[in-house]
């Protein structure tokens, strides 16, 4: 199966994260790259962008930006022409997908500027799926080509993402969990103990992927490891003040995905109620 | 509403009318059961304690108010306008069931021991205080009140209600509840706005 991973505006933060993927090597006897932009392969993006190369699956990574050229050949010219050829289309990073870090009034994701739908390349939508992260996580990014390589059904959200991944929010599976359960945040960054979503700015509860089902390196994640989660797969991605949990009169703004208002106050009134002297505690002294 | 819990109710109204008005501790079980011409024994079927029927109480009297603010909170109408709104319904309710706010003032407050277990926190005040949150909350995210912490604009708006109705129970307030109603509301919307 042969993928073009194509780079518009981008720090090869997802290049470098797919890498770090301890199937690498093993995708790469299964797949071939007919240009990457790290590994050695038979084309240069020159001529990629000026010939015809036949390619399976289009990885398109980095934000678009209107009127942008490489080579003298206007990207989104080159883009569509790699879209059509291609079988899918897998926009590689919330950059790609929804407009990410460079997003501005000229500058979009593929088929969304943050959450919202635009044109431009809309006649691509069918055959798309997005795999946001800021980076991508290099599991999720690997076993959705090899579903696509094996004809699996994928089944994706609203924003076309895999729910296999994306169905779930950071907060499943997260170690933090009991300290969420009894509104206990008095963390400290690093440190085991406490859950960061009341004062740190974890945005787990309402963030969706997989980092703490699939661990990052096969050993942990931002919350385990006691940094908060920065929403990076959504297209709010990336708000302003990440360490930092926006309170109305105390109640944070944001609340776990799905949840009434009503529903959650009324439970974090109960659960605030109790003093649980193990959480209160050293997990090692 | 099962027949039993009208029952319930009505037990809960009657005890909540003499716990007001003769002090938790001096009034007892067969007091209560007394005065709704049904025997001790009986009474026991549906409260198991004082104690138990204490806690029950309070959390009848907060979801009674929780309701009228749930109202409040759910009307499209500006922040300023829910003050208002808010405040009359204390009032109203300190005037047409006074055993209620009375309850809430000298026995809820003042017999913190007997509330200890099972009303640890804000539990058994819930219904009411999630909707004073609410309110706060989107009286904030609306731009039209102050950041800030909760409890100093809870203290604020419930301790000056509570204060006021207190003042009246103690016959020291020259008018009605009623007559102070745009002044107060017009005080807390001052110090709470943004």
């Keep these: 199966m042969r993928l073009l991973w194509l780079s518009a505006l981008t720090c090869h933060g997802n290049v470098h994260s797919f890498l770090n993927s301890p199937q690498i090597e093993k995708f790469l006897e299964d797949f071939s790259f007919i240009y990457h932009p790290l590994l050695d392969t038979p084309y240069s993006l020159e001529e990629i962008f000026t010939q015809e190369v036949e390619c399976d699956i289009l990885l398109l990574d980095g934000t678009l930006e209107e009127g942008m050229e490489k080579f003298g050949v206007e990207f989104e010219t080159v883009l569509k022409r790699y879209a059509q050829k291609a079988k899918k289309i897998i926009t590689v990073g919330s950059c790609a997908s929804f407009g990410g870090v460079f997003l501005s009034e000229n500058r979009y994701g593929f088929l969304y500027h943050q959450e919202k739908p635009h044109e431009r390349f809309n006649e691509f939508r069918d055959k798309t799926i997005t795999i946001s992260g800021c980076p991508i996580h290099p599991e999720t990014l690997i076993n959705t080509l090899y579903a696509i390589k094996k004809e699996y059904t994928l089944h994706l959200d609203k924003l076309l993402r895999p729910k296999e991944y994306y169905g779930y929010t950071i907060h499943n599976g997260c170690l933090r969990n009991e300290y969420f359960e009894y509104k206990i945040d008095e963390h400290h960054y690093g440190e085991l103990e406490g859950c960061l979503f009341y004062d740190h700015g974890c945005q787990a509860p309402y963030t969706h992927g997989s980092c703490n089902r699939i661990l990052w390196n096969e050993t942990s994640s931002k919350t385990r490891s006691g940094s908060p989660c920065f929403g990076c797969t959504e297209p709010t991605f990336p708000k302003h003040r990440l360490f930092y949990t926006k309170k109305n009169m105390g109640i944070p703004q944001h609340l776990p995905v799905g949840i009434p208002k009503r529903a959650y106050l009324s439970l974090a009134g109960v659960a605030k109620a109790f003093k649980i002297e193990r959480f209160s505690q050293k997990i090692v002294e | ?194």
Aim: charged letters at 25%.
């Design chain 2, 1 to 194: 509403m099962t027949k039993k819990e009208q029952k319930k109710e009505l037990i809960m109204q009657k005890a909540l009318e003499l716990f007001a008005q003769n002090g938790f501790y001096t009034t007892t079980i067969p007091d209560i059961a007394k005065s709704l011409s049904m025997s001790v024994g009986n009474m026991y079927n549906y409260f198991k304690s004082k104690d138990i029927l204490a806690k029950e109480i309070i959390k009848y009297i907060s979801a009674y108010l929780g309701v009228k603010l749930r109202e409040i909170n759910e009307s499209d109408i500006s922040t300023q306008a829910k003050i208002t709104q808010i405040v009359t319904i204390y009032f109203q309710t300190a005037k047409l069931r006074p055993e209620m706010i009375d309850y809430f003032l000298r026995v809820f407050l003042s017999n913190r021991e007997v509330f200890k277990e099972g009303c640890e926190g804000m539990i058994c005040v819930n219904d009411f205080v999630t909707e004073i949150m609410i309110f706060f909350e989107e009286g904030v995210a609306c731009g039209e009140l102050r950041n800030q912490d909760f409890f100093s604009a809870f203290g604020l708006f419930m301790g000056y209600l509570g204060g006021m109705v207190f003042l009246k129970g103690e016959a020291i307030l020259p008018q009605e509840l009623e007559a102070y109603i745009d002044d107060i509301s017009e005080n807390i919307y001052r110090a709470l706005k943004a």
